[in-house]
């Protein structure tokens, strides 16, 4: 029986503790660093000045500034952000083959066979205005579901649309509004009507 001190606090738990007491759970966290094949951190003895710390991959004292920003108490990476970086494509590659994989996975719960299934459902264009080739998936922002694959503008025109489909309808409306249409009045006459609201364009312009 361990006191509350010797457990790291957990809030996803009813005590608020961890499962394991912390001598525990650094041996098991040893352990599997040990069996995916990740190097011991190195440490020096030698001290840095204030604003430096210096980074286990590289053994290289730098600015505080080139460690990537974290969530931890000291609110910096323990590697610079080269290292950092290359630590993640090399878990990205080991456990997903790659990193567009890793983002697919991660990201939207997919993988890169799904996401090239999507096209050919789609008969190859964008699911939006039928742009061939589209290359940009698509999902629900509240719920993470993939609902398919669109062509750049208008993947990032749903974006700012904030997927509230009062505002492309709105958009539509001020369109027909503003925007000079081009009517059939008899067949193969067409007539071009002026906008319902606007203004006439500057005669400089």
């Given at each position: 029986?361990?006191p509350?001190?010797?457990?790291h606090r957990?809030?996803r738990r009813a005590?608020?503790?961890?499962?394991?007491?912390?001598?525990?759970?650094?041996a098991?966290?040893?352990?599997?660093?040990?069996?995916?094949?990740?190097v011991?951190?190195k440490?020096?003895?030698?001290?840095?000045g204030?604003?430096?710390?210096?980074?286990?991959?590289?053994?290289?004292?730098?600015p505080?500034?080139?460690f990537p920003?974290?969530t931890?108490?000291?609110?910096?990476?323990?590697?610079?952000t080269?290292?950092?970086?290359?630590?993640?494509?090399e878990?990205?590659?080991r456990?997903?083959?790659?990193?567009?994989?890793y983002h697919?996975?991660?990201?939207?719960?997919?993988?890169?066979?799904?996401?090239?299934?999507l096209?050919?459902?789609?008969?190859?264009?964008?699911?939006?205005?039928?742009t061939?080739?589209?290359?940009?998936?698509?999902?629900?922002?509240?719920?993470?579901?993939?609902?398919?694959?669109?062509?750049?503008?208008c993947?990032?025109g749903?974006?700012q649309?904030?997927?509230?489909?009062s505002r492309?309808?709105?958009?539509?409306?001020?369109?027909r509004?503003?925007?000079?249409?081009?009517?059939?009045?008899?067949?193969?006459v067409?007539?071009?009507?002026s906008?319902?609201?606007?203004?006439?364009?500057?005669?400089?312009?």
């Amino acid at each position: 029986m361990l006191p509350a001190a010797g457990f790291h606090r957990n809030r996803r738990r009813a005590d608020g503790l961890a499962h394991y007491g912390k001598s525990c759970a650094a041996a098991r966290s040893t352990a599997g660093r040990r069996r995916r094949g990740i190097v011991p951190r190195k440490r020096s003895a030698a001290p840095v000045g204030e604003g430096f710390r210096r980074c286990p991959g590289c053994d290289q004292v730098k600015p505080v500034d080139e460690f990537p920003r974290a969530t931890t108490s000291s609110g910096r990476h323990g590697y610079c952000t080269p290292c950092h970086d290359a630590r993640g494509q090399e878990t990205a590659q080991r456990l997903y083959g790659g990193t567009r994989e890793y983002h697919l996975r991660r990201r939207y719960g997919i993988g890169e066979k799904e996401f090239q299934e999507l096209p050919a459902e789609q008969g190859g264009v964008c699911a939006v205005c039928g742009t061939p080739d589209p290359q940009h998936l698509d999902h629900d922002h509240r719920t993470g579901w993939v609902r398919g694959i669109l062509c750049f503008n208008c993947n990032g025109g749903l974006g700012q649309f904030r997927d509230d489909q009062s505002r492309p309808a709105g958009a539509i409306t001020y369109l027909r509004g503003t925007t000079w249409q081009r009517v059939l009045i008899h067949p193969g006459v067409y007539q071009m009507c002026s906008p319902t609201r606007g203004r006439p364009p500057s005669p400089r312009s």
